[in-house]
């Protein structure tokens, strides 16, 4: 249908992965508990985005660029996970300096913004390798070379895939705001979660940097 082989596999491989936990989704539900259902889903929009144009890339040939050129993925690797290392670090720090603060704050509102959520979840989304792997290694696989219009080939991939982002993603968000009115009243547990996400974030640093494409 429409040039994609064997649908059935691919949403429920799309399924599978998107419910796998990453550091999308993870700062995703971090940011709407903090910060409300809007900043959550400004969080959301950068990942769709960032999709997006690892959909475009992919469909305009960079997946098999990555695939054939290690040196190059190795450079995009090790950026994300520089980079995700790097968001983790910074909400430590938060952490910390909220729990230095004076108790007396203990009612105050939650953790100040950590700067526009569209951007970091933009670059969270463009710097995952994990993210990379997938549409260098499962996106691609249900192309059918053959097609005449390959471009709503992938087209209609890409809109299954971000469907199923935005049904969990949304989930997340909600239920992400649930907590935040308990975070909005308790500063220091607004600050351990978000110490518990930096940590996450260290560690899916870590382990991106020796993603592999085997």
């Known amino acids: 249908m429409l040039g994609v082989t064997n649908l059935t596999t691919y ?69 994300g996970g520089g980079y995700l290392a790097w968001v983790g670090v910074a909400m430590l720090r938060a952490c910390l300096k909220a729990l230095r603060a004076p108790r007396r704050e203990d009612h105050a509102p939650a953790l100040s913004a950590d700067g526009h959520p569209f951007p970091r979840a933009l670059g969270i989304s463009l710097l995952n390798p994990k993210a990379i792997l997938f549409f260098v290694s499962f996106f691609v696989q249900f192309v059918n070379p053959s097609y005449a219009h390959p471009a709503l080939t992938f087209l209609v991939l890409g ?20 907590l935040a009115e308990a975070f909005r009243r308790r500063r220091r547990l607004s600050a351990v979660l978000k110490g518990g996400v930096g940590t996450l974030f260290l560690g899916f640093g870590a382990k991106l940097a020796l993603a592999s494409l085997t």
């Open 159 to 178: 809109a299954i895939l971000q469907f199923a982002s935005a049904i969990y993603l949304s989930t997340l968000i909600f239920c992400g705001t649930r």
């Open 11 to 79: 949403v429920i491989g799309v399924i599978v992965i998107v419910l796998l936990p990453g550091p999308n989704s993870l700062y995703v539900l971090s940011v709407a508990a903090q910060r409300g259902i809007r900043t959550g889903y400004l969080g959301a929009c950068g990942v769709f985005v960032g999709d997006s144009i690892l959909m475009t890339l992919a469909a305009a040939g960079a997946a098999s660029l990555l695939k054939t050129n290690p040196l190059l993925f190795a450079v995009v690797k090790y950026a």
